[in-house]
């Protein structure tokens, strides 16, 4: 069975830092990866998704992804973090076995920007 | 086309009382999955349906919980004789047939479930 983990439970950065939030998965095989944001309050939104193809992803809001195979990581990144950015963030893996493709959440990282 | 919704937003039970909390999918999905989320913890899966089929309920709680996703109307979550530690988001996803050609799932907002 797959796996997800996000080592980063809390994250604070002062807005324009650089956001580095790190997820790995385990599951040998296929896989399709995603990155969800959680406003305060608000249901789940996608931030970006890996399916195949080139390996680093850009999202929404200036969010980009890194898939790095060989590390079975799938790091969140943004260059210059906003105060609105605050938010959960959740990494997912879906593990394609075709039939019973149920998504697998990581614990989710809290990102608190300061103004 | 209006998004996955879920209802109530918000549900208060009585400690013994039964929840149940709907799940409408988005138009032309017909897979469902309920996630459940407690207080400062991530999101954990419970129960796969497709219509009129459970696939994978490997995240339910062996007793009290059920789910069902009928060939009309919503998917349902039913929690018999709610307890305090019940309480939690419970949130519902949706994808399209074809899962394995890549989509991705679709949340509603949740309904939050408190039991006093």
């Known amino acids: ?5 996000q080592h980063n439970h809390h994250v604070i950065l002062s807005e324009a830092a650089s956001l580095e ?14 990155w969800y944001v959680q406003y305060p309050g608000q249901h789940l939104q996608l931030l970006l998704k890996y399916f195949s193809g080139d390996p680093l992803v ?7 992804a890194e898939f790095i195979k060989s590390k079975f990581s799938f790091n969140l990144r943004k260059p210059s973090v906003q105060w609105s950015d605050t938010a959960e963030y959740f990494c997912a893996v879906n593990a394609l076995n075709f039939g019973n493709e149920k998504l697998t959440f ?5 990102l608190t920007i300061i103004p | ?3 996955v919704m879920q209802n109530p937003r918000h549900l208060v039970r009585r400690r013994g009382q039964e929840a149940r909390l709907r799940c409408s999918p988005m138009k032309g999905h017909s897979h469902v999955y309920w996630y459940r989320q407690l207080p400062e913890e991530g999101l954990k899966f419970m129960v796969y349906l497709q219509k009129e089929n459970i696939i994978d309920e490997s995240g339910m709680p062996k007793e009290r919980f059920s789910a069902e996703f009928p060939k009309e109307g919503p998917s349902i979550l039913r929690i018999q004789q709610v307890v305090r530690g019940d309480s939690a988001a419970y949130f519902c996803a949706s994808s399209p047939q074809d899962r394995g050609s890549n989509t991705e799932a679709f949340f509603g907002q949740g309904t939050r ?3 006093v």
């Open chain 1, 1 to 5: 069975a797959q796996s997800v983990s």
């Open chain 1, 21 to 34: 939030l790190g997820c790995n998965y385990s599951y040998g095989g296929t896989v399709n990866l995603f």
């Open chain 1, 58 to 64: 850009k999202g929404i809001k200036g969010f980009e």
């Open chain 1, 106 to 110: 990581g614990t989710g990282t809290r």
């Open chain 2, 1 to 3: 086309n209006a998004g």
């Open chain 2, 113 to 115: 479930l408190t039991v």
